[in-house]
């Protein structure tokens, strides 16, 4: 199927819009996630406890 320029030029602008999109959900993702890890960092450190005997 052969497109038309103006075909041509609204799927490059989709395209672009759908990138543009994606890496701002994927900033908003990277932020949570960045979030998720300093909340599990202090955890993370503490000593585990040894079972009592």
């Known amino acids: 199927m052969q497109m038309t320029s103006e075909q041509l030029v609204e799927e490059y602008r989709d395209t672009v819009l759908e990138l543009h999109l994606t890496r701002r ?3 908003v993702l990277e932020a949570e996630n960045a979030s998720l890890r300093a909340q599990l960092a202090p955890e993370s450190t503490e ?6 005997s």
Request: glycine residues 0%.
């Open 25 to 27: 959900r994927m900033a």
């Open 47 to 52: 000593p585990a406890s040894s079972p009592e």
